[in-house]
Protein backbone atom coordinates (compact mmCIF):
# COMPACT_ATOMS: atom_id res chain seq x y z
CA UNK A 1 0.00 0.00 0.00
CA UNK A 2 2.52 2.09 1.20
CA UNK A 3 4.69 1.32 -2.52
CA UNK A 4 1.63 2.17 -4.34
CA UNK A 5 0.82 5.36 -2.55
CA UNK A 6 4.53 6.42 -3.16
CA UNK A 7 4.41 5.75 -7.01
CA UNK A 8 0.96 7.56 -7.55
CA UNK A 9 2.11 11.06 -5.00
CA UNK A 10 5.84 10.67 -7.18
CA UNK A 11 3.52 10.68 -10.43
CA UNK A 12 1.48 13.78 -9.24
CA UNK A 13 4.23 15.44 -8.76
CA UNK A 14 6.27 15.52 -11.78
CA UNK A 15 2.39 15.98 -13.82
CA UNK A 16 2.70 18.94 -11.47
CA UNK A 17 6.03 20.15 -12.57
CA UNK A 18 5.30 19.03 -16.59
CA UNK A 19 2.69 21.67 -16.55
CA UNK A 20 4.36 24.08 -14.28
CA UNK A 21 7.28 24.30 -16.67
CA UNK A 22 8.35 24.02 -20.33
CA UNK A 23 10.21 20.94 -20.91
CA UNK A 24 12.23 19.53 -23.96
CA UNK A 25 15.02 17.43 -24.89
CA UNK A 26 18.07 17.08 -27.76
CA UNK A 27 19.68 14.47 -29.22
CA UNK A 28 23.23 15.34 -28.56
CA UNK A 29 24.78 12.38 -30.65
CA UNK A 30 22.50 13.47 -33.58
CA UNK A 31 24.30 16.96 -33.06
CA UNK A 32 27.86 15.79 -32.90
CA UNK A 33 27.31 13.66 -36.01
CA UNK A 34 27.01 16.89 -37.79
CA UNK A 35 29.84 18.86 -36.55
CA UNK A 36 32.48 18.77 -38.88
CA UNK A 37 34.57 19.26 -36.12
CA UNK A 38 33.42 16.72 -33.85
CA UNK A 39 34.13 14.09 -37.62
CA UNK A 40 37.98 15.62 -37.41
CA UNK A 41 38.42 14.45 -33.82
CA UNK A 42 36.74 11.38 -34.28
CA UNK A 43 39.77 10.78 -37.31
CA UNK A 44 42.57 12.29 -35.55
CA UNK A 45 41.36 9.70 -32.41
CA UNK A 46 41.46 6.70 -34.89
CA UNK A 47 45.27 8.18 -36.06
CA UNK A 48 46.52 7.63 -32.16
CA UNK A 49 45.29 4.41 -31.50
CA UNK A 50 46.47 3.14 -34.46
CA UNK A 51 49.90 4.69 -33.67
CA UNK A 52 49.29 2.85 -30.02
CA UNK A 53 48.30 -0.30 -31.16
CA UNK A 54 51.22 -0.59 -32.98
CA UNK A 55 53.19 0.23 -30.39
CA UNK A 56 51.49 -2.72 -28.24
CA UNK A 57 51.87 -5.29 -30.99
CA UNK A 58 55.78 -4.82 -30.98
CA UNK A 59 55.69 -5.60 -27.16
CA UNK A 60 53.81 -8.46 -27.75
CA UNK A 61 56.24 -9.19 -30.02
CA UNK A 62 58.89 -8.86 -28.26
CA UNK A 63 57.24 -11.14 -25.28
CA UNK A 64 56.62 -13.90 -27.56
CA UNK A 65 59.62 -14.07 -28.94
CA UNK A 66 61.19 -14.20 -25.42
CA UNK A 67 58.89 -16.89 -24.68
CA UNK A 68 59.52 -18.93 -27.60
CA UNK A 69 63.33 -19.08 -27.23
CA UNK A 70 62.78 -20.01 -23.81
CA UNK A 71 60.67 -22.66 -24.44
CA UNK A 72 62.98 -24.11 -27.79
CA UNK A 73 66.06 -23.55 -24.82
CA UNK A 74 65.02 -24.61 -21.76
CA UNK A 75 66.47 -28.00 -21.89
CA UNK A 76 69.82 -27.07 -22.45
CA UNK A 77 69.54 -24.28 -19.58
CA UNK A 78 70.94 -24.50 -16.14
CA UNK A 79 68.42 -23.80 -13.22
CA UNK A 80 70.32 -19.90 -12.56
CA UNK A 81 69.48 -19.53 -16.30
CA UNK A 82 66.18 -20.29 -16.49
CA UNK A 83 65.21 -18.10 -13.43
CA UNK A 84 67.28 -15.29 -15.22
CA UNK A 85 65.35 -15.70 -18.36
CA UNK A 86 61.80 -16.64 -16.82
CA UNK A 87 62.47 -12.86 -15.12
CA UNK A 88 63.15 -11.37 -18.70
CA UNK A 89 60.33 -12.54 -20.03
CA UNK A 90 57.59 -11.45 -16.46
CA UNK A 91 59.78 -7.87 -17.09
CA UNK A 92 58.21 -7.80 -20.74
CA UNK A 93 54.87 -9.16 -19.65
CA UNK A 94 54.36 -6.58 -17.34
CA UNK A 95 55.58 -3.95 -19.68
CA UNK A 96 53.42 -5.01 -21.98
CA UNK A 97 50.74 -4.68 -19.50
CA UNK A 98 51.54 -1.89 -17.98
CA UNK A 99 51.13 0.17 -21.44
CA UNK A 100 47.83 -1.11 -22.57
CA UNK A 101 46.38 0.39 -19.07
CA UNK A 102 48.44 3.29 -19.54
CA UNK A 103 47.32 4.13 -23.67
CA UNK A 104 43.65 2.23 -23.21
CA UNK A 105 42.83 1.73 -19.75
CA UNK A 106 40.64 3.91 -17.69
CA UNK A 107 41.65 7.81 -17.46
CA UNK A 108 44.61 6.52 -20.11
CA UNK A 109 46.30 8.34 -23.06
CA UNK A 110 43.78 7.56 -25.41
CA UNK A 111 40.54 8.67 -22.79
CA UNK A 112 42.86 11.70 -21.89
CA UNK A 113 43.68 12.91 -25.76
CA UNK A 114 39.99 12.55 -26.41
CA UNK A 115 38.56 14.15 -23.93
CA UNK A 116 40.63 17.23 -24.69
CA UNK A 117 40.08 17.79 -28.41
CA UNK A 118 36.12 17.25 -27.51
CA UNK A 119 36.41 19.71 -25.12
CA UNK A 120 35.52 22.98 -27.19
CA UNK A 121 33.09 20.67 -29.36
CA UNK A 122 31.05 19.69 -25.65
CA UNK A 123 31.46 23.82 -24.80
CA UNK A 124 30.16 24.91 -28.26
CA UNK A 125 27.20 22.39 -28.31
CA UNK A 126 26.45 23.46 -24.06
CA UNK A 127 26.32 27.01 -25.32
CA UNK A 128 24.09 26.58 -28.00
CA UNK A 129 21.28 24.55 -25.71
CA UNK A 130 21.44 26.94 -23.26
CA UNK A 131 20.88 29.89 -25.91
CA UNK A 132 17.95 27.82 -27.32
CA UNK A 133 16.57 26.97 -23.58
CA UNK A 134 16.76 30.37 -23.01
CA UNK A 135 15.26 32.04 -26.20
CA UNK A 136 12.32 29.07 -26.04
CA UNK A 137 11.19 29.37 -22.26
CA UNK A 138 12.79 25.95 -21.83
CA UNK A 139 13.18 25.39 -18.03
CA UNK A 140 14.34 21.81 -17.97
CA UNK A 141 16.16 20.08 -21.32
CA UNK A 142 17.39 16.63 -21.84
CA UNK A 143 19.58 14.84 -23.26
CA UNK A 144 17.77 11.85 -25.29
CA UNK A 145 21.73 10.25 -26.04
CA UNK A 146 22.52 10.79 -22.66
CA UNK A 147 22.40 8.39 -19.30
CA UNK A 148 18.76 8.94 -18.27
CA UNK A 149 16.77 6.57 -19.91
CA UNK A 150 14.03 8.27 -21.92
CA UNK A 151 11.31 5.09 -22.55
CA UNK A 152 9.08 7.29 -24.71
CA UNK A 153 9.62 10.93 -26.41
CA UNK A 154 6.90 13.19 -28.28
CA UNK A 155 8.34 14.67 -30.96
CA UNK A 156 6.75 18.09 -30.01
CA UNK A 157 9.49 18.61 -27.49
CA UNK A 158 12.27 17.91 -29.52
CA UNK A 159 15.14 21.08 -29.70
CA UNK A 160 17.35 19.27 -31.89
CA UNK A 161 17.10 20.73 -35.40
CA UNK A 162 16.47 24.59 -33.54
CA UNK A 163 20.50 23.74 -31.23
CA UNK A 164 21.95 22.54 -34.83
CA UNK A 165 20.45 25.55 -36.78
CA UNK A 166 22.35 27.63 -33.48
CA UNK A 167 25.43 26.08 -34.27
CA UNK A 168 25.00 27.07 -37.75
CA UNK A 169 24.42 23.70 -39.25
CA UNK A 170 20.74 23.63 -40.44
CA UNK A 171 20.82 22.18 -43.84
CA UNK A 172 18.27 21.14 -46.38
CA UNK A 173 20.47 18.35 -47.79
CA UNK A 174 21.43 17.82 -44.09
CA UNK A 175 18.20 18.50 -42.04
CA UNK A 176 14.64 18.52 -42.66
CA UNK A 177 13.14 21.84 -41.41
CA UNK A 178 10.33 20.63 -38.67
CA UNK A 179 6.77 21.46 -39.08
CA UNK A 180 5.04 23.30 -36.32
CA UNK A 181 2.88 21.04 -34.42
CA UNK A 182 0.14 21.67 -32.31
CA UNK A 183 -0.03 23.14 -29.00
CA UNK A 184 0.43 20.91 -25.98
CA UNK A 185 -0.51 21.24 -21.86
CA UNK A 186 3.15 21.54 -21.49
CA UNK A 187 4.26 23.67 -24.63
CA UNK A 188 1.45 26.50 -23.63
CA UNK A 189 2.95 29.58 -25.36
CA UNK A 190 1.64 31.57 -22.81
CA UNK A 191 4.52 30.72 -20.52
CA UNK A 192 7.04 31.46 -22.88
CA UNK A 193 9.45 34.83 -22.24
CA UNK A 194 9.35 37.43 -24.16
CA UNK A 195 12.72 37.09 -26.65
CA UNK A 196 12.21 39.80 -28.94
CA UNK A 197 11.31 39.73 -32.59
CA UNK A 198 9.03 37.15 -33.84
CA UNK A 199 10.53 34.16 -35.62
CA UNK A 200 9.61 34.29 -38.99
CA UNK A 201 7.05 31.42 -39.82
CA UNK A 202 8.08 28.91 -41.96
CA UNK A 203 6.95 27.70 -45.30
CA UNK A 204 5.80 24.39 -46.32
CA UNK A 205 8.13 22.68 -48.45
CA UNK A 206 7.39 20.47 -51.44
CA UNK A 207 6.53 16.74 -50.25
CA UNK A 208 9.45 14.79 -51.11
CA UNK A 209 10.67 11.16 -50.43
CA UNK A 210 11.44 10.67 -46.40
CA UNK A 211 15.90 11.49 -45.82
CA UNK A 212 17.33 9.19 -42.96
CA UNK A 213 18.17 10.72 -39.80
CA UNK A 214 15.69 14.02 -39.61
CA UNK A 215 14.66 16.14 -36.61
CA UNK A 216 11.94 17.70 -36.04
CA UNK A 217 11.27 21.25 -34.32
CA UNK A 218 8.85 20.86 -30.94
CA UNK A 219 5.85 23.77 -30.48
CA UNK A 220 7.92 26.74 -30.24
Known sequence: MRKFLFIFITGFLLASVSHAQKIGYIDSNFILSKMPAYNKVQQEMDKYASAWQKE????????????????????????????????????????????????????????????????????????????????????????????????????????????????????????????TPANSAVDDPGNLPDVGAEEPQETQPTQQPAKKETKKKPNN
Request: glycine share 4%.
Open 56 to 179: IEQLQQESDKLKQDYRAEEVLLTEQMKKKRQIEIAKKEAELHDYQQKVFGYEGMMFKRRQELMRPIQDEVFEAVEKVSKSKGVQMMFDKSGDLVMIYTNPVHDYTEYVLESLGLASERQNQQGQ
